[in-house]
């Protein structure tokens, strides 16, 4: 238990940033209509399976149509 109270202050930020990275991701796929490569239920199943960081990361790579 000790060891995950010294670990906390890494712990927090990076959690944040997951479920940040993973809202803006939600909430871009919900929001366009189009993608480059799959449709919404494709990528709505990566970013939310994948959540840590790879689901979303994966749709800024291959999913997201360029404006």
Same mark, same amino acid.
Not at 14 to 19: G, R
Not at 20 to 34: D, Q, S
């Given at each position: 238990?000790?060891?995950?109270?010294?670990?906390?202050?890494?712990?927090?930020? /990076?959690?944040?940033?997951? @479920?940040? *990275? /993973?809202? &803006? !991701? *939600? &909430?871009?796929? +919900? !929001?366009?209509? !189009? &993608?480059?490569?799959?449709?919404?239920? /494709?990528? +709505? #199943? #990566?970013? +939310?399976?994948?959540?840590?960081? #790879?689901?979303? #990361? /994966? &749709? @800024?790579? @291959?999913?997201?149509?360029?404006?």
């Amino acid at each position: 238990m000790a060891e995950i109270k010294e670990m906390l202050p890494f712990l927090i930020p /990076l959690i944040i940033v997951q @479920f940040g *990275l /993973l809202f &803006y !991701t *939600l &909430y871009h796929i +919900l !929001t366009h209509k !189009t &993608y480059k490569r799959g449709s919404r239920a /494709l990528w +709505l #199943v #990566v970013a +939310l399976i994948g959540m840590e960081f #790879v689901g979303p #990361v /994966l &749709y @800024f790579i @291959f999913g997201k149509e360029d404006a």
